[in-house]
């Protein structure tokens, strides 16, 4: 198994642009999240699913987009990069249970200019 | 709101001694809670959850403690080796939502 899988690993972006973070996951997994990681503010939740076609908000969601077409993807988008979306940008997947172990995918650091 | 807050201030410690690394929690009261490790460029690793009815939970050098009263949660390394250097985050679940503290970062020295 690839686990959970992020593309790109580095961007970098035009204050303004738009543009799609990909995560995919083989693990058959219900449940799929975004977060970011700041210097000094720890991870915070951006988006999550709970099962294809179900998303929901987390703690910073605000200038972000997602979608769950199938169990396997779960891409976010940023519809009109800012800088203070500069940040590194993880994925992370489980099966339905709250306790259960939660897979976290390589990243993607973002810059926005 | 709930908060979950650790030390962020780095910790160093020498080879083969014990590493002990704090999370607190305030305004709620979690079921449970989750440490992970992270290393420089890399996302978290799950490495352990401790449920509150469990106060102590044990995993190779790794031992997680759950304290209720004190509203914390001490995580120790035993025989600490420089391999063990790393960000060490403790989490919780309220519901679908993981919330993560800010991380304490270990750094084990030979």
Redesign the interface.
């Known amino acids: 198994n690839a686990g ?1 899988t992020q593309t790109p690993k580095f961007q970098v972006l035009k204050t303004g642009q738009s543009m799609t973070l990909q995560c995919a996951q083989d693990m058959n997994h219900e ?1 799929m ?1 975004w ?1 970011r990681q700041d210097p ?6 951006i988006h ?1 699913s ?1 099962g294809a076609g179900i998303t ?1 908000q ?2 910073v969601p605000n200038g972000y987009n997602v979608s769950r077409s199938t169990t396997e993807d779960f891409p976010l988008r940023l519809l009109s990069a800012a800088p203070s979306q500069t940040s590194v940008y ?1 994925c ?1 997947s489980r099966t339905s249970g ?2 259960d ?7 993607t650091r973002l810059t926005v200019l | 709101s709930q908060k979950i807050e650790q030390n962020s201030e780095a910790l160093n410690i020498q080879e083969g001694k014990t590493a002990t690394l704090t999370c607190n929690y305030t305004n709620y009261s979690p079921a449970y809670l989750q440490w992970y490790r992270q290393d420089p460029g890399r996302g978290p690793v799950f490495l352990l959850l401790i449920r509150e009815n469990e106060k102590e939970k044990r995993k190779e050098r790794l031992k997680v403690t759950f304290d209720t009263t004190l509203k914390q949660s001490l995580f120790h390394i035993t025989a600490s080796q420089p391999a063990d250097s790393a960000t060490y985050l403790c989490a919780n679940n309220a519901g679908n939502m993981l919330t993560f503290g800010g991380g304490t970062r270990l750094m084990v020295k030979p």
Request: without cysteine.
């Open positions: 959970v449940y999240s977060y000094g503010m720890g991870l915070r939740l999550y709970v929901d987390g703690e993880f992370a709250n306790t172990t939660q897979y976290f995918g390589p990243g």
